[in-house]
């Protein structure tokens, strides 16, 4: 249950900028006021006072792109699976994300939205589940990544109108080149869902084509998609060009090289990024055997790998992705906030969430210099403190 909390002596990264020194109430779960400076008298007199001590108050961050972490993943179809990640993602910060699916039998798939929905009903102790990615199964299977070759098909409508039958999905991946997936996309967005384009060969035509259809997205841009070439600008030039797409970027400096990700950010800005984990089981664990989707898989040195090689999702956090992002681009840190919280807020259509601006939810964090989080606020209530 929330309470008044009143947050003072901090810098506030608010909608419309940054505030060097002020002051935020929090109370019923929503932002009531906030200033520049000190807090007025008697303002929250009977709120929880919380010193910042000089540090950032930013917006909570959103992950649209999480399989797993601490063990666990979303294909196990266990709701108390997806709780354990749920307070592990909040101690870095994130206040809401999609758990991701895998390629799979329909069967698996089914169970695992089936308990996506079952915990989505649950009362919430960490980030704040706000449904599913389908991430396959009607990918290209020579860009399949981590996903199961035996597993990846082109779309059926009997098969999608059963997963978008439970009601959790907000977001799946598809290939577009394939003309059974195109027919799926206006579907989805009849479903209020997100249509995201990625483990693809597809052309930049077919790209723009599926743009027109209603995709809006691509998912984690450069990897498991063909490279940009100057004769054929593919999914990649696509993405980078086309203002209507938004690009998913695994910032973890493995998936996508420093480089990479300025280049990225020169062509979309933040507005057009939306920073992912792509997180596994192993993330939040030490180096060991863990699995994606039922595949076994392999993290070394904090990355991990499938027994072909492919790199199988990440171990990278959410706040850590920001910070990478600013290293690689040479900004300061809170100018690239917004790519892990505005910006995949207005993606999901979630107008009260993403900012920090009167009326909007109360999903804050405290971050010191190095951005690590000292607490995560999820609609008023505390769900991690340092």
């Given at each position: 249950m929330s309470t008044a909390t009143l947050f003072h002596n901090g810098r506030i990264h608010t909608l419309h900028g940054p505030l060097p020194e002020g002051w935020l109430l929090a109370e019923g779960g929503r932002i009531a006021a906030l200033g520049a400076g000190a807090p007025p008298a008697g303002r929250g007199r009977r709120a929880m006072p919380v010193d910042l001590e000089g540090n950032w108050l930013?917006?909570?961050l959103i992950d649209l792109h999480a399989h797993g972490a601490l063990g666990c993943d979303a294909m196990n179809a266990d709701p108390e699976a997806l709780r354990i990640m749920a307070r592990f993602y909040a101690s870095h910060g994130v206040t809401g994300f999609l758990a991701a699916t895998m390629s799979a039998p329909a069967a698996e798939i089914e169970a695992a939205l089936a308990a996506i929905g079952i915990a989505m009903g649950q009362s919430a102790d960490g980030a704040a589940l706000l449904g599913a990615h389908?991430?396959?199964?009607?990918?290209n299977a020579a860009q399949r990544g981590a996903q199961e070759a035996q597993w990846v098909r082109t779309a059926r409508a009997a098969e999608y109108q059963a997963l978008f039958a439970s009601g959790v999905v907000r977001l799946i991946t598809l290939a577009p080149e394939s003309p059974e997936n195109r027919t799926l996309i206006p579907y989805a967005?009849?479903?209020?869902?997100?249509?995201?384009?990625?483990h693809t060969q597809a052309d930049y035509d077919t790209m723009r084509e599926a743009m027109r259809l209603g995709a809006t997205q691509v998912t984690h841009l450069f990897n498991a998609m063909a490279p940009l070439h100057h004769r054929e600008p593919g999914p990649v030039g696509a993405a980078l060009s086309l203002v209507g797409l938004t690009c998913e970027l695994i910032a973890d400096r493995v998936h996508v090289h420093?480089?990479?990700l300025a280049l990225a950010y020169r062509c979309k800005g933040p507005g057009g990024i939306a920073l992912v984990t792509d997180?596994?089981?192993?993330a939040g664990m030490p180096d060991g055997d863990y699995t994606l989707g039922g595949a076994a898989v392999r993290v070394r040195d904090g990355i991990a790998r499938n027994a072909e090689g492919a790199l199988a999702g990440s171990t990278l956090t959410l706040e850590r992705a920001v910070a990478h992002m600013a290293l690689a681009t040479g900004e300061p840190p809170e100018r690239m906030l917004p790519m892990a919280s505005r910006t995949p807020a207005r993606c999901l259509g979630?107008?009260?969430?993403?900012?920090?601006?009167?009326?909007?939810?109360?999903?804050?964090?405290v971050l010191d210099e190095a951005l690590q989080v000292r607490m995560t606020m999820v609609r008023g209530t505390v769900a991690y403190q340092r």
């Open positions: 930013a917006p909570g389908v991430e396959g199964p009607y990918l967005r009849r479903q209020g869902a997100l249509v995201s384009l990625g420093p480089a990479a997180a596994m089981a192993g979630l107008a009260s969430k993403g900012d920090i601006a009167v009326g909007r939810d109360a999903d804050l964090i």
